[in-house]
Structure formats: C-alpha cells, structure tokens
C-alpha cells in the first residue's frame, strides 16, 4: 500500500514536500517514482529513484526544481518541490515496481502500484 501526503494549495514560487509512505512489502525492493495527472491530460512521470536511492531521474520539466528521494529506513519515498509553477498543478501519485532501475524514464503502465494520489494547486 502507498499513501501520499503533502499536496495543497501553494503559491507560485513557493516549495512543498509531498510524502509516500509505504507498507505491505519490502519497501528496498522496489524502484519508486513520483507520476503527475493533470485536469485533462494524461499521466506523466515527474521523477524516479532506484532501490537504494543512489541513482535519480527528472522529467526535464521538473528538473532543478524538485528532488526526489528516499528514507528505506521509514519505508518513504519525498518528492521536494521549489520554485513552483501553475504548471505543476495536478495530482500526484507515487508507485513502486521491483524492476531494477538505474535511472531514466519511467513509463507509468510500467509501474505495478500506485498511490492514490495528492492534489497540489499552484496559484499564480
């Protein structure tokens, strides 16, 4: 099971972190990713991390501006995001899938479980 927290309402340029805590499995075994659905559109991958959290990936949209990581520790997998734009208005899912990861894109129907999800409004 994955659950996000984090999302809200937030204003242009300004930071929030959003959480996905994880249970049920080995959460060591499983690459993670942060996934993004806007109103309308389809999902997209926003950022990834391998098992360890030695290895991470950005969406050029999102890159300088969100990191992404992981507490195996806490079985949580934190996407931080700064400079925010109305753009990056949507809800967020994080997922996890055992395949090894290493970096790059990751396709969502590659992904075996999915959060529900968190909305982050960015107001302009």
């Known amino acids: 099971q994955l659950v996000e927290s984090g999302g809200g309402l937030v204003q242009a340029g300004g930071s929030l972190r959003l959480s996905c805590a994880a249970s049920g499995r080995t959460f060591s075994n499983y690459a993670m990713g942060w996934f993004r659905q806007a109103p309308g559109k389809k999902r997209d991958f926003v950022a990834g991390v391998s098992r360890s959290g030695g290895r991470t990936y950005y969406a050029d949209s999102v890159k300088g501006r969100f990191t992404i990581s992981r507490d195996n520790a806490k079985n949580t997998v934190y996407l931080q995001m700064n400079s925010l734009k109305p753009e990056d208005t949507a809800v967020y899912y994080c997922?996890?899938?055992?395949?090894?990861?290493?970096?790059?894109?990751?396709?969502?129907?590659?992904?075996?479980?999915w959060g529900k999800g968190t909305l982050i409004t960015v107001s302009s």
């Open positions: 997922a996890a899938d055992r395949k090894y990861y290493s970096g790059g894109y990751l396709a969502p129907d590659g992904m075996a479980y």
